[in-house]
């Protein structure tokens, strides 16, 4: 499966974003889905993930309640609508999917879209 992430860009502390990641190649219905952020210098981290019926979400403590994952399996599209951005959130944000849901491991991943939070 191909991913295609879009939707970063710059934006105020405060405010919010709204990331897509469209699926093409295979069956969008029969993965796990999940975003990822890595910062500069830093280690790539799990901020979201949402089972392949949108069902189950789990969420990083960094954005629970800030952040929401969501699916749309007719468009092939996995969103992660971002709110009350802050600065540390900036990164560069992955999408990703899974053939083997509750595991933590991916097997695709998208060329990532930047996400800049000014202070």
């Known amino acids: 499966v191909q991913l295609q992430a879009s939707g970063g860009g710059l934006v105020q502390a405060g405010g919010s974003l709204r990331l897509s990641c469209a699926a093409s190649?295979?069956?969008?219905?029969?993965?796990?889905m999940g975003w990822f952020r890595q910062a500069p210098g830093k280690e790539r981290e799990f901020v979201a993930a949402?089972?392949?019926?949108?069902?189950?979400?789990y969420y990083a403590d960094s954005v629970k309640g800030r952040f929401t994952i969501s699916r749309d399996n007719a468009k092939n599209t996995v969103y992660l609508q971002m709110n009350s951005l802050k600065p540390e959130d900036t990164a560069v944000y992955y999408c990703?999917?899974?053939?083997?849901w509750g595991t933590g491991r991916y097997d695709y991943w998208g060329q990532g879209t930047q996400v800049t939070v000014s202070s």
């Open positions: 190649g295979r069956t969008f219905s029969n993965y796990g």
């Open positions: 990703a999917a899974s053939t083997r």
């Open positions: 949402i089972s392949w019926d949108g069902v189950s979400t």
